[in-house]
């Protein structure tokens, strides 16, 4: 359901309503769209410490792994970013429309030094 509250009331009500979830039990997804929402709010610092424990799970879901490389590389961790994006191609090069593209994008942009 926090997916869905993000989408439809904007990243930044629906931050509010999807702190909510973390403790009803929805475990690593709860703190994956959670720490998703605050890094498109631009807050990495804390979107880190959320994802992180979302991977705690060991989830062989290629999103997740997506979303870790997204916000380590927008705190500058490249070599987190790298291996996170690299991990999420390797569970399923197909799981999203877009983002194995984007993932790709940035793997070349951190190869290139950018």
Known sequence: ???IRVDCLGWSEGLGKCGDELGDGHGSYGYDITGWALHRSQLDRAAIVLITGAL???TPDPMLWYRDGMIARG???NARAKQSLYKALELNDRWHPTQPAE???VLD???RGR
């Open 109 to 111: 942009s951190i190869a």
């Open 103 to 105: 993932a790709r994008a």
């Open 56 to 58: 705690q799970v060991e």
């Open 75 to 77: 705190l500058g961790a």
């Open 1 to 3: 359901m926090c997916s």
